[in-house]
């Protein structure tokens, strides 16, 4: 059972547009993660969100934290061909994190 | 630049051999990860240290062991390599178990025979 739900599993857009994926669980985490891999890479990290409610902007990448702190959202504006790759979202609870699946984003030029 | 290398990026071993794959982190972390990643299950954690001699069971555990003898050096023992242990193996380490960054490896693709 994956405690954390990514959504959606693939995602293949046009450059230029918007798009927003999801992490979500029924666990309340004490911070969570994004993660950022490109093929033949290992995941590198985007930013940590830690309080219920947050928001965080990385350029053109918003992440939000759930006021419940069991889920958040990636939004990216106006996507480029540099953004494809595997986004995976983590959460921290007691002394481990726990990722979820991912969303692979393809952006077409 | 910080950095966690892998020892192979690429390796194709027979049923029943005895596998190592090692990790060397070059930031004076305590705390080094093994994690596995497979198609729709995201990174699921294998084994992790906070301390060198020191070691903690993850999530699936079985069939795999570790040894850190140095701050610097994590490595993952596969016993008796079996079909279904092919994946992509992910090391990481970070300054704290929680809260932390966690640095990763470029990975070893491991294919058993």
């Known amino acids: 059972t994956q405690l954390l739900e990514q959504s959606p599993q693939f995602l293949s857009i046009q450059e230029g547009e918007n798009l927003t994926v999801y992490c979500n669980s029924s666990?309340?985490?004490?911070?969570l993660q994004w993660y950022r891999q490109e093929p033949g890479e290992g995941p590198v990290l985007l930013v940590t969100v830690v309080t219920g409610g947050e928001v965080k902007k990385l350029k053109r990448l918003t992440f939000q934290f759930g006021d419940a702190r069991k889920d958040s959202s990636l939004h990216i504006t106006a996507a480029q061909p540099g953004d494809t790759g595997l986004y995976l979202c983590a959460g921290s609870v007691e002394d481990k994190l726990v990722f979820g699946a991912g969303t692979i984003l393809r952006v077409k030029s | 630049d910080v950095k966690v290398t892998q020892s192979s990026r690429y390796l194709v071993k027979r049923t029943g051999e005895k596998v190592f794959l090692e990790c060397v982190q070059d930031?004076?972390?305590?705390?080094m990860f093994w994690y596995r990643q497979d198609p729709g299950l995201g990174l699921r954690l294998i084994y992790f240290s906070y301390d060198v001699k020191m070691k903690e069971k993850g999530d699936i555990p079985e069939g795999y062991s570790v040894s850190r003898e140095k701050k610097e050096r994590f490595s993952l023992i596969l016993e008796s390599a079996s079909t279904n242990q092919t994946s992509m193996y992910l090391c990481?380490?970070?300054?704290?178990?929680?809260?932390?960054?966690?640095?990763f490896g470029p990975g070893t693709r491991l294919t058993v025979l």
């Open positions: 930031m004076d972390h305590e705390n």
């Open positions: 990481a380490s970070s300054f704290r178990v929680v809260f932390s960054e966690q640095f």
């Open positions: 666990s309340v985490f004490s911070s």
